[in-house]
C-alpha cells in the first residue's frame, strides 16, 4: 500500500501534464482558427514607392493609325493623362507595369490571388475602366500575351475598388487572334508578365486623368478547406504520435520493472566489484607515488651516508648531516602521508616478528633525551622490571607511536620536563598488556579540544601558539594503536600539560630465540673469493648508489635498467647475486625473478627486489614471484649488509682480515716488495686513477697476482684510500717479517 501511495504523486503529475498538452493544443487549435489570415494570407503591393521593382510604360492606337496620345507625369509615376481622338475605330491608350524585365517570359504567379484592390483618382468621359493581367503563354505568341481583364464601374474623384479575379475574361480580339475558341481561351495568371490599366468598353474621345495610389493583390497560400484539413491531420498525427508515444510508454514501463528486478539481483556484485576496484586503484595510486617520492630521497639518503663516512672538514661534515637529517625529515613527511593515505583506504598492516622491547625503548628514549637537552628540558624514561625483553609485534610501527607522542610532547613544552613510563599490565579478560605513557608540562589543552586533536590536519589552539607540523601524527599513532588491538586516550588542562596512554595486547617470545642486536660497525670487506652481483634498476641515480655502496664492499658488479637487460647481462656476467628494483619499464622486478625462477641454469641464482613501496602486500607479492629476499627503499646500509651474509653466506670483516685469511689460504698473492712500496705512495697521494692503472698492469705483467690486483681494482673504485693503505701495509709488513 506505502509502494502504491508513493506512486500516486508522480501519476497525478503525469495525467496533469498530459491534461495540460491537450489544453494547449485546444488553446493552439483555437487560435490557428482565429487568426488563419496570419498563416494562410497572401497579398502584393504595387505602389509609387515600390515602382522600382516593375518597368512602368504606356500605350496608344498610334502605332495602329489613331492619333490618341498619352502623357506620363514626370514628378509622380503611376499618374497620366490621356487625349482619345476620332480616326481610328477604338481609340485606346493605356499605362502598363512590366514584371519581366528581362523579356523571357517569366512574370508572376497570381493564381492564389482571389482580389484585386485599386486605390485611384479618375477624371474622364468614360463610366468603366479596364485592367487586364498579361500572362504569358508560349503555345499562344500571337498578339502577344493573353490580356485577362477585367472591367469595373467608376465614377468621377478618388475612390478605391476591390474586384473579384474570378470575373476575368480574355480579350476577344486576342482570341481571334489565335483562333481559339472563347471555351478555350480562359482566363490564365500563373505567369503575369504585366499588368495595365486603360479605360473601359465604354471610352469615348475625350480627356481622361488617372493617378493610382496602389493596386494591391490580396489571397491565400491554401484554401479555407484545405487549412482545416491541414489542422485536422495535425491532430490526427498528434493522437497518433501519442498513442505509439503510450504504447512505447507501457512497453518501457514493463521493461523497466523487469530490469529493476534484474539490476536488484546484480547491485550487490557491480557494488563489491566498485569497492574492489577503487580499493585497487588507491593502491596502485599509493604504490606509484610512494615509489615517486622515496626514489630521489634513496639517492639524497644514501649519498649523504656516503659523504658522511669519508674524511671531511668541519664545515663539510655538517653540511653532510644536514643534507641526512633534513633527508630524513622529508621522509618522514612523506611517510605520514603515506601512511593516512593507506590507513583510509584500509590498506595499512602490521608485520609482526620478535623484537627486543627494551632495545627499542632505549633507542627512542636516547634520541628524545637529545632533543630534551637541546630545549633544556629534563627528560625521564621509566621502564618497569616486569616489561618483558622479548616481545612480538611491528617494532617499527610501535617506534613511530612513541616518536609522534614524545615529539609532540618536546615540541608544545617550553620548560619543565617530559616523561615516558612503559608497565606491563594483566588484562581482565586474561593475558598481559604493554601500556605506554607519556607526560609533558607544556601549555597543554582547553578540553573542548580533546576531540579534535586526533583528527587529520588539525592543530589546536592559538594561532600563535601552534607550532609547525602537518597535524598528521596524532592521526596516525591513532589508528596504528587501534591496528594493534588498543585505544589511545588524553587528558590535559591548559597551563599545566598533558598526558598520552594507550594499553596494546602483549605476547612474550623466550629471550633465546630472540633476534641479537649488534651495533653499527664499519664493515671494511668479507673474507672468502670476490663476489659479483648485479645491479639493476631503471634509475641510473639509484644504480650508481648501489654500485658505489657494493664497491666499497668488495663486491664487484655489473648493471641493466630493466629485467630484460638483465636477463642478458646474466649469461656473459654469471653474477652471484642480483639486486633488482620493482617498478621497472619492459620488464619489472617480480616478473625478473618469474623468469629467473622457471630457468633450471638459473634455479640457485638469489633474487634481491627492493622497492619505495615497501608495504606487507608488496613483499609478499615479491617474495611469491621468487624473490629471495625483499628490501625496503631507501636501502639502509645495515640491511642491505645483513641481507647480503644472509644470502651469500658472508662473513664480514673489519680492517684487513680479509687479507691476512686470504694470504693463508694462498688466495692472494702481492706483488715484490718495490711495486708495494710505489703502491703505498699513490695510495698517500690518493691519486686513485694511477692505482688503478697500477691494478691494470699487474694483472697483465704477473697473472699469479690477479685477485690481488682485482681487489686493490675494487677498492680504488669506492676511493677507499684507508683500506688501500691497510692492504699495501699489511702485504709489506708480512714480507719484513718472512
Not at 487549435?29 to 515600390?50: C, E, R
Not at 603515506?338 to 627512542?364: N, Q, W, Y
Not at 619505495?612 to 613483499?619: C, H, I, L, S, V
Amino acid at each position: 500500500m506505502d509502494g502504491r501511495r508513493g506512486d500516486d504523486p508522480v501519476r497525478l503529475i503525469s495525467r496533469l501534464k498530459f491534461e495540460a498538452a491537450i489544453l494547449v493544443l485546444l488553446l493552439v487549435t483555437f487560435a490557428a482558427v482565429q487568426f488563419q489570415g496570419l498563416f494562410t494570407a497572401k497579398s502584393l503591393s504595387i505602389t509609387p514607392g515600390n515602382l522600382a521593382s516593375f518597368a512602368p510604360y504606356s500605350y496608344t492606337d498610334a502605332p495602329s493609325g489613331g492619333t490618341s496620345t498619352i502623357t506620363l507625369d514626370p514628378k509622380r509615376v503611376m499618374r497620366w493623362s490621356c487625349e482619345l481622338r476620332g480616326g481610328y475605330a477604338y481609340p485606346f491608350c493605356g499605362y502598363g507595369m512590366i514584371f519581366d524585365k528581362s523579356d523571357r517570359g517569366e512574370g508572376l504567379d497570381f493564381s492564389k490571388f482571389q482580389t484585386v484592390t485599386l486605390n485611384v483618382r479618375y477624371t474622364g468621359a468614360a463610366s468603366k475602366m479596364r485592367v487586364a493581367l498579361i500572362n504569358h503563354d508560349p503555345r499562344h505568341k500571337v498578339a502577344g500575351g493573353k490580356p485577362n481583364q477585367i472591367e469595373f464601374p467608376v465614377r468621377q474623384g478618388q475612390q478605391t475598388v476591390t474586384l473579384n479575379l474570378e470575373n476575368l475574361f480574355v480579350a476577344e480580339w486576342w482570341a481571334a487572334a489565335n483562333n481559339l475558341p472563347a471555351e478555350v481561351a480562359a482566363p490564365r495568371i500563373d505567369n503575369v508578365t504585366a499588368i495595365e490599366v486603360q479605360p473601359g468598353s465604354d471610352a469615348a474621345v475625350g480627356h481622361y486623368d488617372f493617378e493610382l495610389d496602389s493596386i494591391t493583390f490580396a489571397g491565400r497560400q491554401i484554401s479555407q478547406a484545405q487549412y482545416y484539413l491541414l489542422l485536422l491531420g495535425i491532430w490526427v498525427l498528434l493522437i497518433g504520435g501519442f498513442l505509439i508515444h503510450r504504447f512505447f510508454q507501457v512497453r518501457r514501463s514493463f521493461e523497466a520493472r523487469h530490469e529493476r528486478q534484474v539490476q536488484e539481483s546484480r547491485e550487490l556484485e557491480a557494488a563489491k566489484a566498485m569497492a574492489e576496484s577503487a580499493s585497487a586503484a588507491k593502491s596502485a595510486f599509493l604504490a606509484n607515488m610512494s615509489h615517486e617520492l622515496r626514489t630521489p630521497l634513496n639517492a639524497i639518503l644514501g649519498y649523504a651516508q656516503l659523504l658522511e663516512r669519508e674524511t671531511l672538514t668541519d664545515r663539510q661534515a655538517v653540511a653532510a648531516q644536514t643534507i641526512h637529517q633534513s633527508g630524513a625529515h622529508l621522509l618522514t613527511l612523506i611517510t605520514d602521508i603515506l601512511d593516512l593515505s593507506k590507513i583510509e583506504a584500509g590498506r595499512l598492516e602490521l608485520m609482526p616478528a620478535s623484537f627486543d622491547l627494551h632495545a627499542c625503548i632505549g633507542t627512542v628514549a636516547n634520541i628524545m633525551r637529545i632533543r630534551a637537552e637541546e630545549k633544556g628540558l629534563a627528560f625521564l624514561c621509566a621502564l618497569e622490571d616486569h616489561v618483558p625483553q622479548t616481545v612480538i609485534g611491528d617494532e617499527k610501527r610501535l617506534r613511530q607511536v612513541l616518536i609522534n607522542l614524545l615529539g609532540n610532547a618536546l615540541k608544545f613544552t617550553g620548560a619543565g620536563q617530559v616523561s615516558l613510563v612503559v608497565s606491563a599490565t594483566t588484562a581482565e579478560a586474561g593475558g598481559n598488556r604493554l601500556r605506554v605513557e607519556v607526560r609533558d608540562t607544556g601549555i597543554g589543552m582547553k578540553t573542548e579540544h580533546l576531540p579534535l586533536i586526533f583528527e587529520a590536519f588539525e592543530q589546536v589552539g592559538d594561532a600563535e601558539r601552534r607550532a609547525g607540523g602537518t597535524g598528521l601524527g596524532l592521526s596516525i599513532t591513532r589508528r596504528i594503536v587501534a591496528l594493534m588491538g588498543g585505544t589511545i586516550e588524553v587528558e590535559s588542562r591548559e597551563g599545566e600539560g598533558s598526558r598520552f596512554w594507550f594499553d596494546i595486547p602483549l605476547e612474550t617470545v623466550s629471550a633465546l630465540s630472540a633476534p641479537k642486536r649488534t651495533e653499527a660497525e664499519a664493515v671494511g670487506g668479507y673474507a672468502g673469493p670476490r663476489r659479483r652481483l648485479l645491479v639493476v634498476d631503471d634509475d641510473e641515480s639509484n644504480r650508481a648508489l648501489l654500485v658505489t655502496t657494493l664497491a666499497e664492499l668488495g663486491f664487484g658488479t655489473d648493471e641493466a635498467a630493466n629485467g630484460a637487460e638483465a636477463l642478458d647481462r646474466i649469461v656473459d656476467a654469471r653474477p652471484d647475486l642480483v639486486l633488482t628494483g620493482l617498478k621497472m619499464p619492459v620488464m619489472d622486478g617480480c616478473a625478473f625473478a618469474g623468469r629467473v625462477r622457471s630457468d633450471p641454469n638459473l634455479a640457485d641464482l638469489p633474487v634481491i627486489i627492493f622497492s619505495a613501496n615497501p608495504d606487507a602486500q608488496t613483499r609478499k607479492r615479491a617474495l611469491a614471484a621468487g624473490a629471495a629476499a625483499f628490501l625496503a627503499s631507501p636501502i639502509l646500509a645495515e640491511d642491505l649488509k645483513a641481507t647480503l651474509a644472509s644470502q651469500l653466506a658472508l662473513a664480514w670483516t673489519h680492517g684487513v682480515i680479509v687479507e691476512a685469511k686470504a694470504i693463508k689460504d694462498g688466495a692472494i698473492v702481492p706483488p715484490p716488495s718495490a711495486q708495494l712500496e710505489t703502491l703505498m705512495q699513490l695510495a698517500l697521494a690518493g691519486n686513485m686513477r694511477a692505482i688503478r692503472k697500477f691494478a691494470d698492469d699487474l694483472a697483465v705483467a704477473d697473472p699469479h697476482c690477479g685477485a690481488f690486483a682485482e681487489r686493490l681494482k675494487t677498492l680504488a673504485a669506492g676511493y677507499q684510500s684507508p683500506a688501500i693503505l691497510d692492504l699495501v701495509s699489511y702485504h709489506l709488513n708480512a714480507r719484513q717479517a718472512a
